[in-house]
């Protein structure tokens, strides 16, 4: 294990970011999936260590104009007891309900589910259909700099994001759904509980006269990144709920998905799931809307 | 007047005595010792499946700061452990799996040891591979072991009856192929030993094992120290379930660290480690072919099964001794037969795991009992009651059921489950994508010892301190399975003794007496036998005594309550304390110490494997119910009803967590449970990847205790260590049959398999 040379735990985002630019730094949040990798040597500790747990400004959940903005330290538990969520996001609830154990669900960190850019994570789907932004953060010497980009563009393969060097995830936000907006997040793990997905599927969009409109398709562990469903979506987006169109979202999902074989599970297992998942969804929205 | 009314403990419901301190975290297991001036060992495996050994360079890692030894097979004696005597502990010429040991280091910390490991420069040279039984028995194959050129180190034979005469006179006969896969122990604990020298060469080893004093002769030879100058101390487990019967060879490194640095040393494996290189359950190919009239009466069996050995030979080798026991004397036989082939491999070597080859065995018989009874017609369990051994029966082997439970279990397990009805119900036919199943299945497994060395003995010593205070001292080893607790019991019913008036001493074996060890379900029948015997010499001698003293006839006192009573009245005369004190003080110069050994009455098996090897054994029927989802594959158990002849209950708490612990086990094996193996190498040598079953999935369990009460067990107790663990798997495979139609033959039953077996079903494949 590579020694770290230099610690902080600064209280302020912005010495943080300048921390963080000064030399190449490994970011600490909740340190869930962080630890682990490290410990079993699949990702080394740069010099510089950077712990983000004492920043106050990226904890908290709060109304931001028309959305919701996620502080990047909210952990999994907060996201599960808070009553707006409960209200209108229930899918990313769903999400946190189904997420790892007590005992993690108290340490890690949205953000750093997101930043851990792991096909599987639990958040990111829930996140992808409720049409999520990032907004993130570095030091350009002198001041703090922000960017905006959207959570479908951030992936670039397992593990890897569109963070630059030193730039650190301050905070997520999502447009707050509407009223007629219904949302469903599956999960599929070998075991009932304290597993990691084999598949996931998230489903949203407004229920208009017996359609979904606006639809949104988000698949986990099916492709190196979390992947849009874009196809599925169009083949949802519009079209009367029901048997017809579950058939075209499910061989569209089928023919969008590229998933590999692993030991937790075949491309063909993989694949037969996201289509009975998808169909299963698909079924529950359209039942309710009766 | 003082009145003490007659009270017993047996049958109730006592804690386990060791889990207050468990609970609290104050127990020490072996990762929480720490001798003065300890040094931290450390093994290097090889990353090849098969290989010579061309060159080991360990220069650097010697040179590096804080590193006190490095040692290779050069540096050792050589001389091989394990059943087969086939795997020297450092392996110096040739690497066979991936787990195989070619360096050790000692050092000041682990983190230097570890770093000390990747200065190791091996070169190999590459052999050709075997990665299955069939690969290893074709001509010309790789050879493993010069010594086994067929690469086949056992193969077993057993039979009696005519099997031509059995096959001639069936009606129906089936044979189906089952094919067993690899799961380990997942011991929470994971494996370590401590080893030192005291200055005169005595060695003191702090061991995990099972079987302490089988150990000392074991291990002897390979690290070149006599028996007579090794203590082994056991610390608490933090589980064994088989897997500490063996030695393995971190052990014997250990011992040869400590002797090169003259310091202690210990090691302790990584969970990842633990995967990779503690032993398996044996992964088994068993085919089977068996003959039933049509009236339901069995008429033979034939049984041949190709054992996956791994690399080398563990106790795991010898399973297809219990094996047979099932495939003759489950249920009666007339004509039968069996042979195993135990075949050498570049895959992880297995070992001995609760069970012992029964699982496997079971899942055979017991997938065959309901298939035979859809080809005659009948019920699954008409057709079991119809050919169900009964008490007092001998089978062709030689076991001898003095007392046998086995119809009781049935019938009490299908009753209480409503099993007829509901899979009669179930096969009627169910639609949509979730369907209903219920299965059943029965064992038998040795429940008073196994007569496997020359004697199946336990010896004991009890003294009693001037305070009435009772100090036992048994070579039975506590692994969690509660023996500590049910001696205790035994021995403070025989001495009118509270329960905290006893203490249980059973992990030195410089203070024991001699024991054979853990295995075989053995505890609680052969180390309880020998503790109330010995306590009962104690209570004749305190008797005797206390009927001089108050010029009573013995005969007419009881011990209660710490007191020496009136055995009709229940009139405290004498406290049992001043009785002892009175025998130092009073010119009489003794004390209350006795000594037992206590050999059950079963015999060694002849060389065609007949004679009855156990004093008793335990019965047991499991009647499963599940869901499974057909889209997806889930299964989910829903109910397990279980009943278990027990011979007699002692602590009823811990024979419900026995049960259920195994049951769990049972559906971790069917379910969860898969070490991946590919090309010789563990896939998922992780929790994450590897799982066991966890809380939310455990399902009701209603058990129900067949007393029996064996004339040769404790109280009337037998063993049921292993029992619950075994006929769980096999239950869920014929529930699955129930709900899908679909005979499943391979474990596990992961989602993915189950989907992909119903689908290739539905394709026709049989």
């Known amino acids: ?290 | 007047m003082t009145v003490i009314p007659k009270e017993t403990l047996i049958g109730r419901r006592i804690p386990k005595l060791d889990a207050p301190a468990k609970t609290t975290g104050e127990t020490r297991y072996i990762n929480d010792l720490a001798l003065p001036g300890m040094l931290h060992g450390k093994i290097l495996r090889t990353d090849r499946v098969h290989a010579r050994i061309v060159r080991i360079d360990t220069s650097a890692a010697r040179a590096l700061p804080g590193v006190h030894a490095v040692i290779t097979a050069a540096d050792t004696p050589g001389v091989p452990l394990g059943h087969g005597r086939d795997n020297p502990p450092l392996k110096g010429d040739r690497v066979r799996t991936i787990r195989d040991e070619i360096a050790a280091v000692a050092a000041d910390t682990e983190a230097i040891a570890a770093e000390a490991l990747r200065l190791i420069r091996v070169e190999y040279e590459d052999l050709p591979a075997v990665f299955s039984v069939h690969e290893a028995l074709r001509p010309g194959a790789p050879v493993l072991h010069d010594r086994h050129p067929d690469n086949i180190p056992f193969t077993f034979d057993y039979s009696h009856g005519d099997l031509a005469a059995g096959e001639q006179a069936s009606d129906v006969v089936i044979e189906d192929t089952f094919k067993l896969h690899y799961v380990t122990h997942c011991c929470m604990g994971v494996s370590g030993v401590i080893a030192t020298f005291d200055t005169t060469g005595q060695l003191t080893i702090y061991s995990q094992t099972q079987i302490p004093f089988l150990y000392k002769r074991d291990i002897a030879p390979v690290i070149g120290v006599p028996p007579d100058r090794i203590r082994v101390i056991q610390p608490p487990l933090g589980g064994g379930f088989g897997s500490k019967l063996d030695i393995y060879p971190f052990e014997p490194i250990c011992v040869f660290l400590a002797r090169v640095t003259q310091r202690p040393v210990r090691i302790l494996f990584t969970r990842e480690e633990e995967f990779i290189a503690s032993p398996t359950r044996q992964p088994v190919e068993f085919t089977l072919r068996s003959g039933v009239k049509k009236d339901g009466t069995l008429m033979f069996r034939d049984a041949r099964t190709l054992h996956d050995n791994g690399g080398y030979t563990s106790w795991g080798a010898t399973t297809p001794f219990v094996m047979m026991q099932t495939i003759s004397s489950l249920y009666r036989v007339p004509h039968c037969r069996y042979h195993t082939t135990v075949v050498y491999t570049n895959n992880p070597y297995a070992g001995s795991f609760r069970g012992y080859g029964n699982l496997q065995a079971t899942f055979a018989v017991e997938s065959h009992m309901d298939r035979l009874a859809e080809a005659v017609g009948m019920d699954p369990l008409a057709l079991r009651l119809k050919n169900a051994q009964a008490p007092g029966e001998t089978t062709p082997q030689g076991m001898h059921f003095i007392t046998c439970g086995l119809r009781d279990c049935l019938q009490t397990a299908a009753e209480r489950s409503d099993f007829v009805k509901k899979h009669a119900t179930n096969r009627a036919g169910q639609t949509g994508p979730i369907r209903r199943g219920i299965g059943i299945a029965s064992l038998v497994h040795v429940g008073g010892g196994a007569n496997i060395y020359r004697t199946d003995g336990c010896g004991t010593i009890l003294k009693l301190d001037d305070f009435a205070q009772a100090t036992v001292l048994t070579g039975a080893s506590e692994i969690g399975q509660g023996s500590e607790t049910v001696i205790a019991q035994f021995v403070a019913e025989e001495l009118g003794l509270p329960l905290t008036s006893i203490q249980v001493v059973n992990n030195d074996t410089e203070i024991t007496p001699w024991d054979v060890g853990v295995h075989a379900s053995r505890t609680t029948f052969i180390a309880g036998n020998s503790a109330l015997r010995a306590a009962r010499k104690a209570r004749t001698k305190l008797l005797a005594a206390a009927g001089q003293q108050l010029g009573a006839d013995p005969a007419t006192l009881d011990l209660r309550g710490g007191h020496v009573v009136d055995a009709t009245s229940g009139e405290a005369r004498l406290e049992i304390g001043k009785l002892i004190r009175s025998l130092h003080f009073a010119g009489k110069h003794e004390v209350v110490m006795t000594t037992e050994y206590y050999e059950p009455p079963s015999v060694m098996q002849d060389r065609e494997f007949k004679g009855n090897v156990s004093a008793t054994y335990a019965f047991g029927t499991q009647a499963i119910e599940l869901e499974v989802d057909t889209e997806t594959g889930v299964v989910r158990i829903q109910k397990v009803t279980a009943a278990h002849d027990v011979g007699r209950v002692i602590n009823r708490l811990g024979i419900e967590g026995q049960i259920e612990g195994g049951v769990v086990m049972g559906i971790g094996y069917a379910t969860t449970e898969d070490l991946m193996v590919s090309e010789g190498r563990v896939l998922n040598p992780c929790f994450r990847d590897y799982k066991l079953v966890t809380a939310p999935e455990v399902p009701e369990i209603d058990t129900t205790f067949l007393e029996t009460l064996d004339p040769h067990g404790p109280a009337g107790a037998k063993g049921v260590g292993e029992a619950p663990a075994i006929p769980t798997a096999v239950a869920i495979a014929n529930a699955l049959y129930n709900a899908t139609g679909v005979r499943f033959r391979e474990l596990p039953f992961t989602p993915e398999k189950v989907l992909r077996r119903l689908r290739e079903a539905a394709e026709g494949k049989p």
């Open chain 1, 1 to 290: 294990m590579a020694r770290v040379e230099h610690y902080a735990a600064p209280r302020g985002l912005k010495e943080a970011a300048r921390r963080a630019a000064e030399r190449p730094a490994t970011v600490l949040a909740g340190g869930t999936d962080l630890m682990p990798q490290i410990r079993s040597g699949k990702r080394a500790l740069a010099p510089s260590l950077v712990n983000l747990r004492r920043i106050a400004v990226l904890r908290g959940i709060r109304r931001d104009g028309d959305g919701v903005r996620l502080g990047a330290l909210t952990t999994v538990t907060e996201i599960l007891g808070h009553p707006l969520l409960r209200q209108r996001a229930a899918v990313l609830v769903e999400a946190a309900d189904h997420f790892a154990s007590v005992q993690l669900r108290n340490m890690a960190t949205v953000g750093g589910n997101l930043c851990n850019a792991s096909p599987a994570g639990d958040l990111i789907i829930p996140l992808l259909v409720l049409g999520a932004r990032l907004e993130l953060v570095s030091w350009t010497g002198t001041e703090l700099a922000t960017r905006e980009l959207p959570l479908e563009d951030f992936f670039v393969g397992p593990g890897t994001t569109r963070l630059g060097p030193g730039e650190i995830l301050a905070a997520i936000r999502f447009p707050l759904p509407p009223p007629d907006f219904v949302a469903r997040f599956r999960k599929f793990g070998t075991r009932p509980a304290l597993d990691i997905s084999v598949v996931s599927v998230g489903i949203g969009g407004r229920r208009r006269n017996g359609t979904l409109e606006q639809v949104r398709v988000a698949f986990g562990a099916v492709a190196p990144v979390p992947l849009c469903g874009r196809r599925t979506a169009a083949a949802i987006d519009g079209h009367p709920l029901g048997p017809d169109t579950t058939a075209a979202a499910v061989s569209a999902a089928a023919a969008e998905i590229r998933p590999i074989s692993d030991v937790r599970a075949s491309a063909w297992y993989r694949t037969e799931l996201i289509q009975i998942l998808t169909a299963r969804l698909l079924r529950d929205v359209h039942h309710e809307g009766h």
